[in-house]
């Protein structure tokens, strides 16, 4: 039985750490004839420099996984633009006084947060016909982030965004 308790836990945990991704696309494209790629020319992230050369980096290795290529003629353009949000930390503690006497009830309680808010990282990837400058497949992923961590850390969880992020791509018809 505790076995199971710890198993629940763990996917209760890993479960609320990992990045959440929404994906749509133009349904008349023929995806598999796509082959290279190119980086959106006016390219506004809204990221530091820092951290849009990581992610620019992770997108071309994991761009090239998938089977695209780099060209100056590219079949695609591929951007991308973040946005950051807080929400309330969802830890609390709560604390309650109660007291009966005589067939009368009577009890107060509260939940004081714990933790400060909790700072999420929300990147949109755009997919778009170099052609006739149409979107044609996009990507948006919420994943929490931690803008103090170490250059290290900050880097895998951009490598975890977009490989969660290009999951759905190409898309299965």
Not at 11 to 28: E, F, G, M, S
Not at 123 to 149: C, E, H, P, Y
Request: charged share 25%; hydrophobic share 35%.
């Amino acid at each position: 039985m505790k076995i199971f308790q710890c198993f629940v836990f763990l996917v209760l945990i890993t479960a609320c750490n990992t990045p959440q991704a929404v994906y749509d696309y133009d349904d008349k494209v023929d995806f598999t004839a796509i082959q290279t790629y190119g980086i959106y020319p006016d390219l506004v992230t809204n990221l530091s420099q820092l951290d849009e050369q990581r992610l620019l980096s992770v997108l071309h290795e994991e761009l090239q996984n998938k089977g695209l290529a780099v060209s100056e003629e590219p079949g695609i353009y591929v951007n991308f633009h973040a946005s950051e949000y807080q929400t309330e930390s969802s830890n609390n503690l709560g604390v309650g006084v109660g007291g009966t006497g005589r067939n009368v009830g009577v009890g107060v309680s509260g939940g004081i947060p714990l933790g400060g808010p909790d700072t999420y990282l929300r990147v949109t990837f755009d997919f778009v016909d170099a052609q006739n400058d149409s979107l044609i497949w996009q990507a948006v992923i919420d994943a929490k982030f931690d803008k103090d961590s170490s250059p290290e850390k900050r880097e895998e969880r951009l490598r975890v965004m977009v490989k969660k992020a290009l999951d759905g791509y190409p898309p299965k018809k």
